[in-house]
T-cell receptor
Framework: QKEVEQDPGPLSVPEGAIVSLNCTYS??????FMWYRQYSRKGPELLMY????GNKEDGRFTAQVDKSSKYISLFIRDSQPSDSATYLC??????????FGRGTSLIVHP | DSGVTQTPKHLITATGQRVTLRCSPR?????VYWYQQSLDQGLQFLIQ???????AKGNILERFSAQQFPDLHSELNLSSLELGDSALYFC??????????FGQGTRLTVV
């Protein structure tokens, strides 16, 4: 079992939809949680970085962490075709080394 | 632009050969991480260096090695290459305890 699990998708939504991306993790030592966006095998780009449980909002993006259920979510409001990419979630503990899920492919069609 | 620079962008080499991938971290970042990304395995952590010293090892093969130099740039050396080593290799850097920023990667093709 991988430490971070993600549904690979693809997830296809119409432009303007609210997108919900989810991960589960198994390592109880994780305290930091990240979402990265990766376009067609380019370098992962950091979107959200959160510590412990709770919500964090940045523009159209909201990250949620529920440590009690080991569940991580990313919500994208008013999705745009330019949001089409692979979204990687990651967790890290005291070492600060991100452990990644395999990513979810998102397609936003006009 | 993340500020992390990787060279070369693409590399094609034959089985059995040795290659060196280079990474320049963001200014001020002391930690450098190397990751391998293949289609079937996702992003796999290989190794971390902090201020010139090896800090942590992940799923790095014995044929692979890395180092970080006094100017903080890092090199990943891959030897006795096999077809299965074809992948994207990413470098990331961070200030200790903070978020990691990734370079654009080196695409290695072993033929």
């Amino acid at each position: 079992q991988k430490e971070v699990e993600q549904d690979p998708g693809p997830l296809s939504v119409p432009e303007g939809a609210i997108v919900s991306l989810n991960c589960t993790y198994s390592n109880s030592a994780f305290q930091y949680f990240m979402w990265y966006r990766q376009y067609s095998r380019k370098g992962p780009e950091l979107l959200m970085y959160t510590y412990s449980s709770g919500n964090k909002e940045d523009g159209r993006f909201t990250a949620q962490v529920d440590k009690s259920s080991k569940y991580i979510s990313l919500f994208i409001r008013d999705s745009q075709p330019s949001d089409s990419a692979t979204y990687l979630c990651a967790g890290s503990g005291g070492s600060y080394i991100p452990t990644f899920g395999r990513g979810t492919s998102l397609i936003v069609h006009p | 632009d993340s500020g992390v620079t990787q060279t070369p962008k693409h590399l094609i080499t034959a089985t059995g050969q040795r290659v060196t991938l280079r990474c320049s971290p963001r200014s001020g970042d002391l930690s450098v991480y190397w990751y391998q990304q293949s289609l079937d395995q996702g992003l796999q952590f290989l190794i971390q260096y902090y201020n010139g010293e090896e800090r942590a090892k992940g799923n790095i093969l014995e044929r692979f090695s890395a180092q970080q130099f006094p100017d903080l740039h890092s090199e990943l050396n891959l030897s006795s290459l096999e077809l299965g080593d074809s992948a994207l290799y990413f470098c990331a850097s961070s200030v200790p305890g903070e978020r990691a920023f990734f370079g654009q990667g080196t695409r290695l093709t072993v033929v």
